[in-house]
């Protein structure tokens, strides 16, 4: 059986750590996304604001199966 996969980008963020921000994006794409297989971290940034850190970002791709 052939297989297709799509890549959808997303960028999230959170104010505790770069794996809540990781979670935060995968938790919302889950709920449009139908048979996610995969994540990949692109790129890790963060927000600082008055010498202190705001967020952390990432910038992720999400890898999916489309259905036949």
């Not at 990949?40 to 890898?63: A, C, F, T």
């Amino acid at each position: 059986m052939e297989r297709v996969a799509r890549v959808s980008e997303v960028i999230a963020g959170s104010p505790i750590s770069f794996d809540e921000a990781i979670k935060a994006g995968f938790e919302r794409a889950n709920l449009t996304l139908r048979n996610i297989t995969g994540l990949r971290i692109l790129e890790q940034r963060i927000s600082v604001e008055d010498g202190k850190i705001r967020e952390y970002r990432v910038r992720m791709e999400v890898i999916f199966v489309l259905e036949a």
